[in-house]
């Protein structure tokens, strides 16, 4: 097997040898994708927490948690780069 850099590296240098697939190798897989059978993936965890807009300014509306309508007014907020603004009047905060 070759080695970089000359010295006492065990690291392959990439040739068509390595490349290729030995003959004895299968080169398609028969199996369906993702999973074979009745195998089933791992179900991942579902957040609990629910966030709560906070005004910029300390005196203003806090949010109830999980939504982002306007503490305010209730009107629809827009979110930039997690910053929200309402649409409806001068509330602005982002999502704590």
Same mark, same amino acid.
């Given at each position: 097997?070759?080695?970089?850099? *000359?010295?006492?590296?065990?690291?392959?240098?990439?040739?068509?040898?390595?490349?290729? /697939?030995?003959?004895?190798?299968?080169?398609?897989?028969?199996?369906?994708?993702?999973?074979? *059978?009745?195998?089933?993936?791992?179900?991942?965890?579902?957040?609990?927490?629910?966030?709560?807009?906070?005004?910029?300014?300390?005196?203003?509306?806090? *949010?109830?948690?999980?939504?982002?309508?306007? /503490?305010?007014?209730?009107?629809?907020?827009?979110?930039?780069?997690?910053?929200?603004?309402?649409?409806?009047?001068?509330?602005?905060?982002?999502?704590?």
């Amino acid at each position: 097997m070759s080695e970089a850099g *000359g010295g006492a590296s065990n690291v392959p240098i990439m040739n068509a040898q390595l490349a290729e /697939p030995r003959s004895e190798e299968s080169t398609t897989n028969d199996l369906p994708f993702p999973y074979d *059978g009745d195998e089933r993936g791992l179900t991942l965890p579902q957040a609990n927490a629910r966030g709560v807009l906070r005004p910029d300014d300390p005196s203003g509306a806090v *949010g109830a948690a999980g939504s982002t309508d306007c /503490p305010d007014c209730g009107g629809e907020t827009v979110n930039g780069a997690g910053l929200f603004a309402c649409a409806d009047c001068a509330w602005n905060g982002s999502l704590r």
